[in-house]
């Protein structure tokens, strides 16, 4: 299962962790939830149904032909073994006769992936990690859902983990979609030293910072944490103060808009167990949003729901992140 079904202040802080009661819940907070409780009361099922290996073939081949992500196409695209006819001159030409040729091979290799073998291999060994922590699920208090999202440097610009949209320019991909209501971590690596990670209402100018719902905006250093509500305007950009051309544009958009690319992201649990508490974290990757077919042909498609595509992985015991609080 190491790769995806292809072959392929007080008040802020806490603002951090869980949406309030009068926001809505956005579906990749749930589906954290569900997964974290699926290993706090060992319930396989939950897990199971949460993942890419519950779907059916219907569903997947639809997923699959109507996905929005350039990355898992070329993937599919790259197996292609027959040559392309010399008519097909475009990515989507492309894509039609690759997909065409090569789903049902991808929904074999999926269906290999029982439940059985899943229970094994996703969940078992993490319940096997919190025994060596002596950890007692039912004392344990769920902190953080978040998206955790990778920064980097390269070629005089930030680049941020994440999946281009269906679009020949590559200035798409250096576009960051955040959703309102959702937590976004921003983890610098080393090759972003001394170039401090800014975002504001321009693309350049610092005067112009935007300081609502942003934790470390600016630093430089440490994590950088982001969640946006319903006053945050649409279009905001990232950019490094210093050094000009090396951000992008922000789009910041409620969860059920779907002009956007269907990106696979990391999902990152942090749990507090013990006295005095300490933190522990789970990462779930690759979670991608299943769109799911219509259960006849005159009903529009059943609303689309969050799965994971990768075995979860146990950090085990960190620091307490930047932003989090014990809740005891």
């Not at 309030?20 to 706090?40: C, M, N, Y």
């Not at 010399?86 to 990515?91: I, L, T, V």
């Not at 610009?157 to 209501?181: C, E, H, K, W």
């Not at 690319?261 to 749990?271: A, G």
Request: hydrophobic share 35%; with cysteine.
């Amino acid at each position: 299962m190491n790769r995806m079904f292809f072959k392929v202040s007080t008040t802020l802080i806490i603002a951090f962790t869980f949406s309030t009661l009068s926001a809505q819940v956005h579906p990749k907070e749930a589906l954290g939830r569900k997964i974290f409780d699926s290993f706090r009361t060992n319930n396989f099922k939950s897990l199971y149904d949460s993942s890419i290996f519950s779907i059916s073939e219907e569903n997947f081949k639809f997923l699959l032909q109507n996905i929005r992500n350039q990355s898992l196409r070329n993937d599919l695209i790259s197996i292609h073994s027959l040559p392309f006819p010399q008519d097909a001159s475009n990515a989507e030409q492309r894509w039609e006769l690759a997909f065409k040729h090569n789903w049902r091979n991808e929904w074999r290799h999926l269906s290999r992936f029982t439940p059985e073998r899943i229970h094994e291999e996703a969940m078992l060994p993490i319940l096997k990690k919190a025994r060596e922590y002596e950890i007692q699920w039912k004392t344990v208090q769920l902190i953080a859902i978040e998206i955790l999202l990778p920064v980097s440097w390269q070629n005089g610009r930030f680049v941020i983990q994440g999946d281009p949209d269906l679009d020949d320019n590559a200035s798409s991909s250096r576009t960051l979609y955040l959703d309102r209501n959702l937590n976004y971590r921003l983890r610098l690596d080393n090759k972003t030293y001394s170039k401090a990670f800014m975002i504001g209402t321009d693309s350049e100018d610092s005067d112009l910072e935007y300081k609502i719902g942003i934790l470390g905006n600016g630093t430089g250093q440490g994590d950088i944490l982001v969640r946006f509500d319903r006053n945050t305007p649409d279009q905001l950009h990232y950019f490094c103060p210093d050094l000009k051309g090396a951000g992008g544009e922000i789009r910041v958009l409620d969860f059920h808009h779907t002009n956007r690319p269907n990106q696979r992201h990391d999902l990152l649990l942090t749990f507090a167990y013990g006295s005095p508490p300490e933190a522990y974290q789970i990462l779930v990757p690759q979670v991608l949003t299943n769109l799911r077919p219509p259960s006849n042909p005159k009903q529009y498609p059943l609303p689309d729901l969050p799965i994971f595509c990768e075995r979860p992985r146990w950090i085990g015991l960190v620091r307490l992140p930047r932003g989090l609080q014990y809740p005891y």
